[in-house]
C-alpha cells in the first residue's frame, strides 16, 4: 500500500493559478500510473489527469485540456498539478491516486488515495 498526501490547495480568483502537489510514501510509487481526481458535494468523483510510471506520458479529462498540466518528480515520489486559467467550475475537492500500471480515467482502477485538498475558485 501507498500513502498520499496533497497539498496546494486554497482560494483563488478566476483565472489564476494554483499547483498542487502530491507526496507518495509506502510502496513504490514510481513503478505506477498516478492521477488527479475532483469531486464536489454530492456528485461522483471525476477524473482530471493522469500520469505514465515514467512521466513520459498524461492523459487530461477535456474540460481541463490546455489549462492543467500534470507532472511527476519520481526522486522526489511526487505528482504535481499546475492548474491556470481556473474558473468557478474548477472548485472541488482534489485528489491524487495511483494503482494502476497505465493511463486510466477509471476511479476503480485506483487503489491508494490521499485524503483531498480544497480548491475554491471565486468569479
Same mark, same amino acid.
Given at each position: ?35 488527479? #481526481? ?8 471525476? #477524473? ?19 489549462? #492543467? ?55
Amino acid at each position: 500500500q501507498v500513502q498520499l498526501v496533497e497539498s496546494g490547495g486554497g482560494l483563488v480568483q478566476a483565472g489564476g493559478s494554483l499547483r498542487l502537489s502530491c507526496a507518495a510514501s509506502g510502496r513504490t510509487s514510481s513503478s505506477y500510473a498516478m492521477g488527479w #481526481f475532483r469531486q464536489v458535494p454530492g456528485k461522483e468523483r471525476k #477524473f482530471v489527469a493522469g500520469i505514465s510510471w515514467s512521466g513520459g506520458s498524461t492523459y487530461y479529462a477535456d474540460s481541463v485540456k490546455g489549462r #492543467f498540466t500534470i507532472s511527476r518528480d519520481n526522486a522526489k515520489n511526487t505528482v504535481y498539478l499546475q492548474m491556470n486559467n481556473l474558473k468557478p467550475e474548477d472548485t472541488a475537492v482534489y485528489y491524487c491516486a495511483t494503482g494502476p500500471r497505465t493511463i486510466t480515467s477509471m476511479t476503480a482502477r485506483y487503489d491508494s488515495w490521499g485524503q483531498g485538498t480544497q480548491v475554491t475558485v471565486s468569479s
